[in-house]
């Protein structure tokens, strides 16, 4: 087989020319313009910049003629301005500061006339202002007597140490009402040492059970007398405060 001699390429034989197809297959490789008319490709086609403008509709005027062009000058020329923005900004605060200092005034002279209404208040024959004094004396009196009830309720304190406070009140009565029924009838009585209290609870079948703490009850003036010292007796269960005799060198 013998080599095949190469194309040499000249000017009149370009590299494509032997790429074109085949006149049979060229119908089924239509490009865009093979299936666009000429008229439809030239209306396709961008116009140019020159050719807008000349093709642009003028501006024409109610009656049909060219209105003249705006001075666009003229119109730059007539917007506002920064120095136009800083005097507005500067009218903006003078009203303003206007506008609080007699706001500032309004105030001080509302001030000055509810003072001197207050200062005649008590001479006015206000049935409002009566009633108002008379449930304010009512508010005092009350408190008065809730701070009485408060003040009796300490003095009358009586601490049970031991006892929960889930216990029922009769129970808690049932212990402590023994041991205040004697002295109370008794004026006499008095409690000298611990040795006394075991006995006393022994007298009277009491198990060891929290009992009565009677430093602040009133009814230690009777039980024990002037002067007295306070004591403690603490037993598996139970701690007893009272108040005994003291001794003239205590």
């Given amino acids: 087989m013998g080599r095949t001699k190469r194309a040499q390429m000249t000017p009149s034989t370009p590299r494509t020319q032997g790429n074109n197809p085949h006149p049979s297959i060229r119908s089924y490789l239509h490009t865009p313009g093979d299936l666009l008319t000429q008229e439809e490709l030239s209306n396709m086609a961008p116009s140019s910049p020159s050719s807008t403008l000349s093709e642009e509709v003028p501006n024409t005027g ?14 730059y020329a007539s917007l506002p301005k920064k120095e136009d923005f800083h ?21 001080t002279a509302l001030e000055t ?76 009585a008095t409690i000298r040492s611990p040795q006394d209290v075991q006995a006393f609870q022994e007298a009277l079948g009491l198990p060891q059970m929290p009992i009565a703490d009677w430093t602040n009850c009133p009814m230690n003036e009777r039980f024990t007398g002037r002067p007295t010292r306070r004591h403690i007796q603490q037993g598996p269960n139970a701690e007893f405060t009272s108040l005994q005799q003291a001794s003239p060198e205590e």
Avoid: M
């Fill in 113 to 188: 006339r509810v003072q001197a209404l207050e200062s005649r208040r008590p001479d006015l024959p206000c049935p409002a202002l009566a009633a108002t004094t008379a449930q304010a004396k009512q508010i005092q009196d009350l408190r008065l007597h809730i701070e009485d009830l408060d003040n009796r309720s300490r003095r009358h304190n009586i601490r049970v140490r031991g006892c929960r406070e889930t216990d029922p009140p009769e129970d808690t009565r049932a212990i402590l009402t023994p041991l205040f029924n004697p002295r109370r009838d008794d004026t006499e």
């Fill in 87 to 107: 005097s507005l900004l500067e009218e903006v605060k003078t009203t303003l500061h206007t506008e609080i200092s007699a706001l500032g005034s309004s105030i």
């Fill in 62 to 75: 109610t009656n049909g003629t060219a209105a003249p062009a705006p001075d666009w000058y003229a119109l």
